[in-house]
C-alpha cells in the first residue's frame, strides 16, 4: 500500500465524515492497522471507538461538550461593535439561537467543494444534533486520555 494525495484526501474525508476505521480501511482497500497508523501520522483528530464504552454512560453529563475542534460562534456583541458581555449576559441568546440551527458538525475537509455541515436538527441549547453532541463529548474524554 502506497499513500498518495488522492487517498490520504480520501482517508481525510472519510475520516471527517466519522466512518469506522475498518470501514475506511475496507473502502481504502487497506488493512484497519493502516488506517490508523496513516491518521496518526496525519495528526486527524483522535476518534471515539465504534464501540461505546459500557463506563462511558454511567459518567454524569452536566457539563457541556467542549468543542475541541470545529466551527465557534461568531462574537455576536463584538461583531455589532458593542463591549463583549459576560458569558452570562450572553447565554440567553446562545441558547435561543443553537435551538433553532441546524447542526454545526462540519463533514468533510474544511476549504474543500465537498465541505458541509450535518444541518440535522440540533438538540436543544447545543450546537450539534444528538449524535454529534456525543461525539464531541466522547472526543474531549479520549483526548484527556491520551494525555494521561
Ligand atoms: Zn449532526
Same mark, same amino acid.
Request: positive net charge; glycine residues 6%; contains cysteine.
Given at each position: 500500500?502506497?499513500?498518495?494525495?488522492?487517498?490520504?484526501?480520501?482517508?481525510?474525508?472519510?475520516?471527517?465524515?466519522? +466512518?469506522?476505521?475498518?470501514?475506511?480501511?475496507?473502502?481504502?482497500?487497506?488493512?484497519?492497522?493502516?488506517?490508523?497508523?496513516?491518521? *496518526?501520522? +496525519?495528526?486527524?483528530?483522535?476518534?471515539?471507538?465504534?464501540?461505546?464504552?459500557?463506563?462511558?454512560? @454511567?459518567?454524569?453529563?452536566?457539563?457541556?461538550?467542549?468543542?475541541?475542534?470545529?466551527?465557534?460562534?461568531?462574537?455576536? @456583541?463584538?461583531?455589532?461593535?458593542?463591549?463583549?458581555?459576560?458569558?452570562?449576559?450572553?447565554?440567553?441568546?446562545?441558547?435561543?439561537?443553537?435551538?433553532?440551527?441546524?447542526?454545526?458538525?462540519?463533514?468533510?475537509?474544511?476549504?474543500?467543494?465537498?465541505? *458541509?455541515?450535518?444541518? @440535522?436538527?440540533?438538540?436543544?441549547?447545543?450546537?450539534?444534533?444528538?449524535? *454529534?453532541?456525543?461525539?464531541?463529548?466522547?472526543?474531549?474524554?479520549?483526548?484527556?486520555?491520551?494525555?494521561?
Amino acid at each position: 500500500m502506497e499513500w498518495n494525495d488522492d487517498t490520504i484526501a480520501k482517508l481525510r474525508t472519510l475520516w471527517a465524515e466519522g +466512518l469506522s476505521t475498518a470501514e475506511i480501511g475496507r473502502r481504502l482497500n487497506i488493512s484497519k492497522n493502516a488506517v490508523v497508523g496513516k491518521a *496518526h501520522r +496525519l495528526n486527524l483528530p483522535s476518534r471515539p471507538s465504534p464501540i461505546r464504552r459500557a463506563e462511558g454512560d @454511567a459518567v454524569p453529563r452536566q457539563a457541556a461538550p467542549k468543542r475541541a475542534q470545529g466551527p465557534t460562534l461568531p462574537p455576536l @456583541a463584538a461583531s455589532m461593535g458593542a463591549p463583549v458581555p459576560s458569558l452570562r449576559a450572553i447565554m440567553p441568546t446562545a441558547k435561543y439561537t443553537t435551538r433553532a440551527t441546524p447542526c454545526c458538525w462540519p463533514i468533510g475537509e474544511p476549504g474543500k467543494p465537498s465541505f *458541509h455541515f450535518c444541518n @440535522a436538527s440540533a438538540a436543544a441549547g447545543k450546537p450539534y444534533c444528538e449524535d *454529534h453532541a456525543s461525539i464531541a463529548y466522547v472526543r474531549v474524554r479520549d483526548r484527556r486520555e491520551d494525555v494521561a
